[in-house]
T-cell receptor, first 113, second 111 residues
């Protein structure tokens, strides 16, 4: 059945390492998004993409990078430049932005050791 | 810039009582407003989406209203059950296709 798959669910990283979080959707949605969730701060937009090969920075893009080579895939790389990467990362997608309903994956929890 | 506020941050009710969750937003030029549920350690589950041209949406025991003029949306959950315990978030979609989230209301329904 259709949905959004994020992997891995849990990830541990040493300081100075880059890590890539996977997000795959089989909903045939045009738009995809990455959010970061921290306790007491709500969800903040990192990057979003409305079509293949195009993406825009969100509110907290520094230290992150993305690519959108395929419609169904939107991986997020957390680089060593991200000062405080420990967080819960959520991927989402929607059809017909900006009017479409947003659907989320189950999230990936990144912990920097 | 759109700001979305949810008050209170936490709410506890006895089972069977109706739940009323509030969401306020500053930019009335929203495209739509969406309500989500989040269980601990999980992703967000979409509950209801209200387009700017609509006044309310209903799904089962859930009813959400939208008043753009006052910048408010309300989520009603009838006859609450312990399984309704979760964090509920609202989010408004404004210009630039950006969804702005409120901080959420953590709900506990006591048996």
């Amino acid at each position: 059945d259709g949905g959004i798959t994020q992997s891995p669910k849990y990830l541990f990283r040493k300081e100075g390492q880059n890590v890539t979080l996977s997000c795959e959707q089989n909903l045939n949605h045009d738009a995809m998004y990455w959010y970061r969730q921290d306790p007491g701060q709500g969800l903040r937009l990192i990057y979003y993409s409305q079509i293949v090969n195009d993406f825009q920075k969100g509110d907290i893009a520094e230290g992150y990078s993305v690519s959108r080579e395929k419609k169904e895939s939107f991986p997020l790389t957390v680089t060593s430049a991200q000062k405080n990467p420990t967080a819960f990362y959520l991927c989402a997608s929607s059809i017909d932005p900006p009017y479409g309903e947003l659907f989320f994956g189950e999230g990936s929890r990144l912990t920097v050791l | 810039k759109q700001e979305v506020t949810q008050i209170p941050a936490a709410l506890s009710v006895p089972e069977g009582e109706n739940l009323v969750l509030n969401c306020s937003f500053t930019d009335s030029a929203i495209y739509n407003l969406q309500w989500f549920r989040q269980d601990p350690g999980k992703g967000l589950t979409s509950l209801l989406l209200i387009q700017s041209s609509q006044r309310e949406q209903t799904s089962g025991r859930l009813n959400a209203s939208l008043d753009k003029s006052s910048g408010r949306s309300t989520l009603y959950i009838a006859a609450s059950q312990p399984g309704d315990s979760a964090t509920y978030l609202c989010a408004g979609k404004a210009a630039g296709n950006k969804l702005t989230f409120g901080g959420g209301t953590r709900v506990l329904v006591k048996p």
